[in-house]
């Protein structure tokens, strides 16, 4: 690929991709809020590498820019401290083969058949009799009795022993994604951008038949998802916080949309998930760059915009050493309001980057259709975005 910027050609596209279908190949398998189009990571990757080259996405959540990347036959990697995020990215990822398909086709059958059979005993004339009771293990939390029925928590242990049953690392995956992807669902938590309870009359026996139409879905789209790709592709997923500088080998380039500070606590929202899923959530808080916990705060210790400044400076520094030379880093941010101010975060990038070494050779703008990347309500509804493009640039200092 030439260094040359290719400023014309992006320049030419319509970044607010108005009206296309976001939702396709493995995308749609687990909902994460906040997470960019595809369109947006396919056009730059498509623009800025060669086919075999390898794409970074260091703050990669739901893993949309590796799924791009590796459909344009690149190889991915990517990094998150979000161990529910690297889940899903692995799974959105990962070679099925036929043995693990059919393992998995096994556990919808037996999902299947025994949310039919709870039905049945729980209504109509078996009205009344006991509810099923699962002998598979949960998670000893108080959370669980708060935040679902109990018979929903009988189903989710019982789906959960399915998975963790399975014959191979890749199966389990696969079948734990599925399931988490309907946790927050069938819990009383009312969405995944909305922390407050509510009743969601959820009847006995849903529970399982919808993790059965969950991991259903999930096996077809990584199959057909399979069958597209080159074999000889890979995807890394490193589970690490970018503060203690991981090792991530080289990447030809970047894309990736780093967190908008006070707009969305992840670990607040997937907490459910991560209890189910056996994950550390308190050490998740403790590292989440950007949390709206941490900047809503206002104790003398809460989060401000120089704590974001500062952390993004220990990031460019070390992706210095992981760019190769002379190729670009693409960040898509919007603005935050921090304390009531309003922070210009594509500046504030460009600005440190600039101090690391890095070079801002365009910002492109981009208006967000009213149906996606929905943060906390208190922060407002973001409605434009930038794409800041900055090339690693040699001997570059500011």
């Known amino acids: ?98 043995e693990d398909r059919q393992s998995l086709e096994g556990i919808v059958t037996r999902a299947k058949a025994l949310a039919s059979e709870i039905s049945v005993t729980t209504s109509g004339l078996f009205a009344g009799r006991e509810g099923f009771v699962s002998n598979a293990p949960r998670p000893e939390s108080e959370a669980l009795t708060f935040w679902f029925e109990p018979f929903v928590i009988e189903e989710l242990a019982q789906a959960l022993s399915w998975c963790d049953a399975l014959p191979t690392e890749t199966a389990n995956k696969v079948a734990r994604v599925s399931l988490s992807a309907i946790i927050v669902a069938v819990s009383k938590q009312d969405s995944d951008t909305r922390y407050v309870r509510r ?48 090792d991530i080998g080289t990447v030809d380039l970047v894309v990736c949309s780093p967190p908008y500070p006070n707009a969305y606590s992840y670990h607040l929202y997937h907490m459910t998930r991560m209890l189910w899923l056996g994950m550390d959530q308190p050490k998740f808080k403790r590292e989440e760059i950007g949390s709206h916990r941490k900047y809503s705060s206002r104790s003398q210790n809460g989060a401000t915009a120089e704590t974001f400044r500062s952390e993004m400076d220990v990031i460019f520094d070390w992706l210095r050493a992981h760019l190769r ?27 440190v980057a600039k101090g690391r ?25 973001i409605k434009t975005e930038q794409i800041v493009i900055l090339q690693n640039a040699p001997g570059v200092r500011a």
């Not at 801002?360 to 509804?381: C, D, I, S, W, Y």
């Open 325 to 351: 030379e002379n190729r670009y880093a693409c960040l898509v941010v919007g603005n935050s309001t921090i304390r009531g101010e309003t922070v210009d975060n594509a500046q504030l990038l460009a600005d």
């Open 1 to 98: 690929m030439s260094t040359v910027f290719a400023s014309q050609t992006l320049g030419k596209v319509n970044w607010d991709f108005a009206g296309a279908k976001t939702v396709f190949s493995t995308h749609g398998i687990h909902p994460y809020p906040a997470k960019y189009i595809p369109q947006i990571p396919a056009s730059l990757i498509q623009e800025l590498s060669d086919p075999g080259e390898r794409i970074g996405d260091i703050f990669c959540g739901s893993g949309t820019t590796l799924v791009e990347a590796l459909s344009l036959g690149r190889h991915a990697v990517g990094v998150d401290a979000n161990p529910l995020a690297c889940l899903i990215s692995e799974a959105k990822t990962v070679r099925l083969t036929a």
């Open 357 to 381: 070494g890095f070079r801002e050779v365009a910002r492109l703008n981009r208006n967000m259709q009213e149906t996606k990347k929905a943060f906390n309500p208190a922060h407002g509804r």
């Open 199 to 246: 009743d969601k009359n959820i009847p006995p026996g849903e529970t399982l038949r919808r993790f059965a139409r969950s991991l259903a879905n999930t096996i077809e789209a990584i199959s057909e998802f399979n069958r597209a790709l080159t074999p000889e592709l890979c995807c890394d997923i490193h589970h690490a916080n970018l503060l203690t500088k991981p």
